[in-house]
């Protein structure tokens, strides 16, 4: 919604970014903070389309979501803190030097080098080139803005290129190559696709499915040169390779066959043991983990990959075992050991898609409530569920993990209890609410009761202290009350 705004953000206001005191040298900014720093960074985040909260100088839970967003799409560890590295990032794409600017290039700026706010005929013809390559999904306007820019980083960030979605005389030779390089030319009306959220079929486009490819060829199912594109090439390869291992046969990919195909690449591989290659929920929760003891700095995806096997290594080299980057019984074990000492241990299981029981009921019975899920509740956690899922960790701001974990069980209402509290209420009366109590209450959540939606902002034993709560929230306009529930 803010990609036709052109803008230009006086550069003093980013470089105060920069003027932090020596006990914030390691992050400048980070959840919790409030200042004028903080309202630059966010009204930066606004216009380049990644922040939709106020721009009130609070670096809450959207700011800090909407600092990962832009640092995952500029190739930086999305931890949502604004360090150095994104601090310069920010300057060059909002306020940096005049070269670099986002607003209003001039003439001799787009000639070298097409960037955020160029326009012509030449971006035309990058925005096709991209799209017949798969890593553009949007028009073709003639006009760079951000979903452009979102491309050229995913473009180059896949050929190892700087990603700073200008493009200079590299990028365009790594483009010309890559456009001579694919041998199957795929329809223009390829749709991006993300294996994380839904099933990979024909029609789809993106850098998993040349992944896809890649392993089937390897697998002597697929014959062509891996292009990123599903075609009918791709769908008999599929077809071809769930027959001969006696699956259900439909020419598309969901979490059963990718998981058959991952594990023939990898025959050597022990079922007991993770490493590369490896997918499922197992992999998330060893991710979770990870993420948790500060190894892992991406959000949990399920596949195993370079970045997760990084992280495992360095785990094994501080505790002292075997750094095969692989994980096997003793390394999980010390895993949940570490996670226990520090206080990190978790009763609570995961609900993950294929779980067939009462609490999946429990959970689409809560999305059918909410309206994300258009399904009656049948107790088995399938692709609707997941994607009613997937919505629900969005607007909350959680990572999008498509499985239930502890902090989306609680968000979604549930507790391991049935004692009762003191709630501090306030009517859900339009959205905006929502978002405007998390500035304030980063942990608030939607409750439903006989008298309407409502927004839980805490929830006490003492009365005095929700009453406490409360009167703060009031006092900053919030239409708070006290309940007990």
């Known amino acids: 919604m803010f990609e036709n705004k052109r803008f230009t953000l006086p550069l003093i206001s980013l470089v105060t970014v920069l003027s932090i005191g020596s006990s914030k040298e390691a992050f400048g900014l980070e959840r919790g903070d409030n200042n004028a720093q903080v309202r630059n960074v966010q009204s930066c985040l606004q216009k380049l389309g990644y922040f939709s909260g106020p721009v009130n100088g609070n670096f809450g839970s959207m700011t800090e979501a909407a600092v990962k967003k832009f640092q995952q799409a500029s190739g930086i560890s999305a931890i949502g803190k604004v360090g150095p590295q994104t601090q310069t990032a920010l300057q060059r794409r909002c306020g940096g030097s005049r070269n670099d600017r986002v607003s209003n290039p ?11 706010g160029c326009s012509g005929a030449a971006v035309s013809k990058l925005q096709q080139d991209l799209k017949t390559l798969g890593f553009y999904n949007g028009p073709i306007t003639g006009r760079f803005l951000q979903i452009t820019t979102d491309a050229v980083i995913r473009f180059q960030r896949e050929k190892g290129i700087n990603p700073i979605g200008v493009v200079g005389p590299q990028t365009s030779e790594a483009i010309r ?30 850098d998993w499915v040349r992944q896809l490819q890649q392993t089937l ?68 929760t060893l991710q979770q983990n990870l993420k948790q003891l500060n190894y892992f700095y991406g959000n949990p995806t399920g ?30 074990q010390a895993i949940s050991t570490v996670l226990k000492s520090r206080g990190g241990g978790s009763d609570f299981e995961p609900i993950y898609p294929g779980d067939n029981n009462q609490r999946v009921t429990q959970l689409q019975e809560r999305l ?42 609680e968000r979604l209402g549930f507790k391991n209890n049935n004692e009762k509290r003191y709630v501090v209420v306030i009517p859900l009366r339009n959205p905006d609410i929502y978002n405007q109590v998390l500035q304030y209450i980063p942990s608030a959540q939607i409750g439903k009761s006989r008298l309407g939606d409502f927004v839980n902002a805490g929830e006490y034993e003492q009365r005095m202290e929700a009453q406490r709560q409360s009167d703060l929230l009031r006092v900053r306009g919030f239409d708070a009350r006290v309940e007990y529930f």
């Open 177 to 206: 190559l890559a456009l001579n390089n694919s041998r199957q030319t795929p329809p223009t009306s390829g749709r991006f696709c993300d294996y994380n959220r839904e099933i990979i079929t024909i029609g789809c486009r993106s």
């Open 217 to 284: 060829k390897d697998l002597n199912y697929f014959t062509g040169n891996p292009t990123g594109y599903f075609g009918e090439t791709t769908r008999d390869a599929v077809i071809r390779f769930q027959q001969d291992n006696r699956l259900q046969v439909t020419g598309s990919v969901d979490s059963t066959t990718w998981g058959a195909i991952s594990r023939a690449s990898r025959p050597n591989l022990p079922p007991s043991i993770m490493g590369l290659g490896s997918r499922g929920s197992q992999v998330t």
């Open 106 to 116: 001039n003439p001799n700026n787009c000639q070298n080098g097409l960037r955020n």
């Open 368 to 409: 059918l409530e909410l309206g994300l899920l258009r399904v009656n509740p049948t107790g088995y956690f399938g692709t609707q569920t997941r994607e009613g899922l997937l919505a629900f960790q969005r607007y909350q701001g959680l990572s999008e993990t498509g499985f239930v974990d502890e902090q989306t069980w």
């Open 303 to 332: 596949f195993f990959d370079n970045s997760t096997q990084d992280a495992v290594i360095r785990f094994q080299q501080d505790y002292r075992l075997p750094v095969t980057g692989t994980v096997d019984q003793s390394t999980s």
